[in-house]
Every structure is written in C-alpha cells, then in structure tokens.
C-alpha cells in the first residue's frame, strides 16, 4: 500500500510550513516535484529550496517529472480538464513505481490548501491502485493575502463567498454576499463589475520575497493592478494572485454585475 502525503506549502514561502508539514517529508520516502516548462522554473526550484531547507532526513529521495499541460484548445472545458487529469496521474503512477518498490510513502508539496481551488485530491483520486491519501493542510493564498492587508475577511456576521474568476467573469456579483475573494483570475475580471461603492484588496506572489499587493477603491485601483499583474508576469514568467471584493450595502443596485 502507499501511502500519499499531500502536503499544503502556502504560497512558496518556507516559513508557510506548519511543523505537521516538515515531519511529514521527512517521513517521505520519495518527495515529487513537478516541473511546469521553461517558463515556470521558479515554482519548481521554490519547491527545491523548501525540500532543502526542511528535509533533514538522507533516506528521503526527492524526484522531479514533468507535468502534461492542458489541451486550452479543447472547446469542452470540463471535458479537457478530466482528460488532463487522466494525464497527470498517470505519470504520477509512473514515477511512484519507478521510484518505490512495494509499500511506501510518497509525499507532493501541494500550493496552499489541497482542498480550496485546487485538484490534487481529484487527480490522488484516479490512481491505481487506490494509495492511502493523507493530507497535511497548509495556509491558504486568502490566509496569506489577509495577512499582508492587515484585514478581516468577514464583516461582522456577513458571509463571504470564494469563487472563481470565470465565475465572476460569466454571472456578476452574486446575491449572497457582499464580500467576494476571487482566485484563479487570469484576465482581470473585476474590470467589467461596475467600480461603484466596491474596494479591493489584491496581491500577486503573496508570501513570498517577490509579493505585491494594491488596494483601494475599484474604479481607482483596478486600472494600477492589470498594469501591475502585466509587468509582474513579463519581469517573472508566470503570476498567482488573490484579492478581495467588497461592497458597501447601502450602495448596492440593481447594475453592481457584469456590464
């Protein structure tokens, strides 16, 4: 039987790691790493630097594979995420038994939580045989965002909703909540919410030396954050950002959705 770790690192950051965490990869006996193409080496050598700073243990043996990418020219999204899944735990499959002879433990240093916006847990899923999942959760990119901003995420007994940025992109604002985080924004789509009575908190790299974080009101900030993000991901070669949405409720209408 083997044994996956899905260890959360926060967001790249070594100091994220929980003590949990640490224990864990150095109970690992083969840690994995996935490698993104050329222009996302930097995820890949973060990863190298936390095993090397962490893991104290010589036994441990630490691998690297290259992950499929995603067909974007599929026109059925879902449809192309499952076949990319496929994809990825198969090679998963392939470097555990190349690298581990019958029973084992194999660890994967998973971005902030597993279970928030993240498909690892779906992927462990599709392997065969079923190994024993454990996860070992770790601080979330809103963790990490709220913390830079100094901020609550919630107004006192409000609710607050996750979603994504297709989601806000295709319906508007939702009904239920006027305070929105937003994750997995690759074009920006707070730009076409109307701006009014809405404030922002936004930050890219949160956590780690290269973090960069805006805020204030939409209609102001938005404009500063695309051309942020857009000098950001030429300078580095690849971006994660977060941010916040609120709303102040006595300047809700009827047009606060998509334009």
């Not at 735990?89 to 581990?100: E, L, P, Y």
């Not at 928030?116 to 079923?130: E, F, G, K, V, W």
């Not at 609550?152 to 607050?160: D, K, Q, V, Y």
């Amino acid at each position: 039987m083997i044994e996956l770790l899905l260890v959360g690192i926060g967001t790249g950051n070594p100091e994220h790691l929980t003590l949990q965490a640490i224990r864990a990869l150095n109970a690992a006996d083969l840690i994995m790493i996935p490698r993104k193409g050329s222009d996302k080496t930097d995820l890949a050598e973060l990863r190298r630097s936390i095993c090397a700073e962490v893991v104290t243990n010589p036994a441990t043996k630490i691998v690297e594979f290259d992950l499929p990418r995603r067909d974007q020219a599929n026109p059925n999204y879902r449809r192309g995420v499952d076949d990319w899944h496929d994809a990825i735990a198969q090679v998963w499959s392939d470097t555990i038994q190349t690298h581990v002879s019958g029973a084992g433990s194999v660890a994967l240093l998973v971005w902030g939580d597993p279970a928030l916006y993240d498909s690892t847990l779906r992927i462990a899923s599709r392997l065969n045989p079923a190994p024993n999942v454990r996860v070992i959760p770790g601080i979330t990119s809103i963790q990490a965002l709220t913390a830079s901003h100094a901020i609550p995420l919630n107004e006192i007994g409000a609710p607050f909703l996750v979603t994504t940025g297709r989601q806000l992109r295709q319906a508007g604002w939702p009904d239920c909540a006027d305070t929105l985080v937003v994750m997995l924004d690759g074009d920006c789509a707070f730009q076409h919410l109307d701006p009014s009575g809405v404030t922002i908190w936004w930050g890219a790299y949160v956590g780690m030396a290269a973090e960069i974080v805006l805020t204030g009101p939409l209609a102001d900030t938005g404009p500063r954050i695309v051309a942020a993000r857009a000098k950001a991901r030429a300078e580095i070669g690849w971006i994660m950002d977060v941010y916040i949405l609120k709303r102040q409720r006595d300047e809700v209408v009827a047009g606060s959705g998509l334009q």
